[in-house]
């Protein structure tokens, strides 16, 4: 339960018990789970407006996919997987023709030189 050993559950109780006292614990316990249920519907309730907001092209949305870790499982690693899984091995990489345009050549302007100026281009 949320990585907590039964020593540090135990410790929370008893804790609670002290902060809020036998009689009130429950009532503590009823806002806290009211509380959270709350939070979960508000979230829940955005979640649903930002995809009604985006319109139809944006249903399979989900915010949790912004998280960077889960955008590259998502987009990277689930390709490879997908890859490996169905055919036991990766798909073979198509030759692409490789094409080669050099750098044009620049020429440096000499100490004092005025560089040239376009007038339609500012």
């Known amino acids: 339960m949320f990585g907590l050993g039964w020593m540090e559950v135990g410790a929370l109780i008893v804790i609670a018990l002290l902060v809020f006292g036998p009689d009130k ?3 503590a316990a009823a806002q806290a789970g009211r509380t959270l249920r709350n939070l979960r ?15 139809p092209e944006f249903q399979n949305f ?15 690693l689930d390709d490879l997987e997908d890859d490996w899984n169905n055919a036991g091995k990766p798909k073979e990489l198509e030759p692409v023709a490789a094409t080669y345009t050099p750098e044009p050549v620049v020429d440096e302007l000499g100490f004092g030189e005025i560089p040239p ?3 339609e281009a500012t």
């Open 117 to 119: 100026y376009d007038s």
């Open 25 to 27: 614990l429950p009532q």
């Open 41 to 55: 519907r508000m979230a829940n309730n955005a979640r649903e407006d930002l995809r009604a907001g985006l319109g």
């Open 62 to 76: 989900d915010p949790a996919d912004l998280n960077p870790r889960n955008f590259v499982r998502k987009h990277l």
